[in-house]
């Protein structure tokens, strides 16, 4: 049995290799499953937060010089989070070439128009489906599949989001071609797809649910931070 | 697909050497001259470093897609017009930043035309696989197939004796299985698509038939004395993979090219 006993938290060695190699096969992870798997990888060696931080300190210096980062995003789902492995060099065509076809990219920017356009931030499975132009409904059932799958979308309830994973990754993208869909969350300063309209006309602030939970936890009362108008209990 | 190797001694390949190497060459001739020559037409460190980044960058995006990842298009799409004779010492950069980062080797196949990860890291029991679990069942399936093939010698195998050895593992040519989807279309196209399979087709009886060999994907990517091992371990205990004579060279034979082409590859 092989036993790597020259590897430890703060040194780059087989242990970091090993996790990058399961983060490439696992695009998203949630923070539960990254203290597993590092868990798992170190013989439980790496237990406390402390000794995660200095793991993946390690990772983000180390990966920097590829040009990648390993970020760490609250799902505009439920507001937990998600670490994810990023392509930080802006705009890459040439590897989203090599992810997808050229039919393929055309899709999912049309995907990514409907869902960051619309009023909630996501689209039914059904909505989906139609947007496929010149593609077979087969393929474009096999692609939303695999989306879902690596973590470009999320599925909730046959609604198709965003997933916390594409939202980290296409920030420069979003920001550039929808500026105006996605403003920044007032309590947390990040982008919002998924969020929540001030209902004050003219304000235009969009905040996350969970933003605006932890608001209501807090102070008892839901306000714009923009307009100061109180917003009223979601159903 | 990352398959994971014995550790070898440590000899320097983990790219934690800083300092400027010398004259790197690919070429078959290792004359004076011709290495002279190469050694006046190189990319600076600074250039070299952000042509590799961009290299691995794509090759990570195109892996896993099930598709041999072409040379040619990753010296189109990853590298400049202005770049494209420097292609090798990308590409050999990019092999040491994958293997410093993740422990895998950008593998050259055979052909010239395809490249390949594979993992390097050594096995390690008890910890995590380096696969999701979709590609572990996958992976799994490949494995038995190049196991029977493997053991059936340099013949390969019919299509009928592959669907009737994958019947007995539960796995049927027609059924629409829950994690393979259609196995038929798996096999037959997706692992020879990726260089994992190959298969040719030959006329029986006025039929065609078709027969399966290893791809040189799987030449390089999977070592075969573990193969051989695994084949044991399903046999039982008292089998050792010696005891298949044929086999055992055989496996003996690939390994051996193996290792020389990671001394080759160090020599540079």
């Known amino acids: 049995m092989e036993m790597e006993v020259d590897c430890t938290v703060d040194v780059y060695g087989d242990w970091h290799r090993h996790f990058m190699q399961a983060m490439l096969s696992q695009p998203a992870i949630s923070a539960d499953g990254l203290k597993k798997l590092v868990g798992d990888i170190s013989g439980n060696t790496i237990r406390d937060l402390d000794q995660i931080k200095t793991f993946l300190l390690t990772v983000r210096s180390k990966v920097h010089s590829l040009g990648l980062d390993l970020k760490k995003g609250l799902s505009e789902r439920d507001g937990r989070p998600v670490y994810a492995l990023i392509n930080t060099s802006g705009g890459e065509e040439t590897v989203a070439c090599a992810a997808f076809s050229e039919v393929q990219l055309r899709y999912l920017r049309a995907l990514i128009q409907e869902v960051v356009t619309s009023v909630r931030g996501d689209i039914s499975a059904m909505a989906a489906l139609n947007l496929a132009d010149g593609m077979p409904k087969a393929d474009a059932q096999e692609l939303l599949r695999r989306l879902v799958r690596d973590c470009w979308l999320e599925e909730t309830d046959s609604r198709l989001a965003l997933h916390t994973r594409a939202i980290l990754e296409l920030e420069p993208y979003l920001l550039r071609h929808y500026g105006e869909h996605v403003p920044r969350c007032q309590m947390c300063g990040k982008i919002t797809v998924r969020g929540r309209l001030c209902e004050q006309d003219g304000c235009g602030a969009k905040n996350h649910h969970h933003c605006l939970g932890k608001m209501r936890d807090k102070m008892g009362v839901v306000k714009c931070q923009k307009c100061n108008s109180l917003m009223t209990d979601e159903d | ?268």
Not at chain 2, 143 to 160: C, K, N, P, R
């Open chain 2, 1 to 268: 697909m990352p398959r994971g190797r014995p550790r070898q001694s440590q000899n320097g390949t983990r790219a934690t050497q800083d300092d400027d190497d010398g004259p790197l060459s690919q070429s078959l001739s290792q004359s004076q001259s011709q290495t002279q020559r190469r050694s006046q037409r190189r990319l600076s460190p600074v250039e070299e470093e952000r042509l590799a980044a961009r290299v691995v960058r794509y090759v990570l995006a195109a892996h896993g897609r099930g598709e041999p990842l072409r040379r040619e298009k990753v010296r189109r799409l990853a590298l400049e017009p202005q770049h494209g004779g420097y292609v090798n010492q990308v590409l050999q950069a990019a092999d040491v930043k994958l293997r410093d980062v993740f422990g895998m080797s950008l593998e050259v196949l055979p052909n010239k035309r395809d490249l390949l990860l594979v993992n390097q890291l050594p096995v390690v029991e008890n910890a995590p696989p380096l696969l999701a679990e979709s590609e572990l069942q996958k992976h799994g399936l490949l494995v038995a197939i190049l196991a029977l093939i493997f053991m059936s010698g340099d013949a390969g195998v019919d299509e009928d004796t592959l669907w009737r050895f994958l019947s007995k593992l539960g796995v049927h040519k027609d059924h629409k299985h829950e994690c393979f989807g259609n196995v038929r279309k798996l096999v037959t196209e997706e692992f020879c698509r990726a260089g994992y399979l190959r298969k040719e087709e030959e006329v029986v009886k006025g039929v065609t038939v078709l027969r399966f060999f290893w791809g040189d994907a799987a030449s390089v990517g999977v070592d075969a004395v573990d193969l051989l091992k695994f084949v044991c371990t399903i046999w039982g205990d008292e089998v050792e993979p010696e005891q298949w004579q044929e086999q055992y060279e055989r496996a003996l034979q690939l390994q051996e090219a193996r290792e020389q082409r990671e001394q080759a590859r160090q020599q540079q």
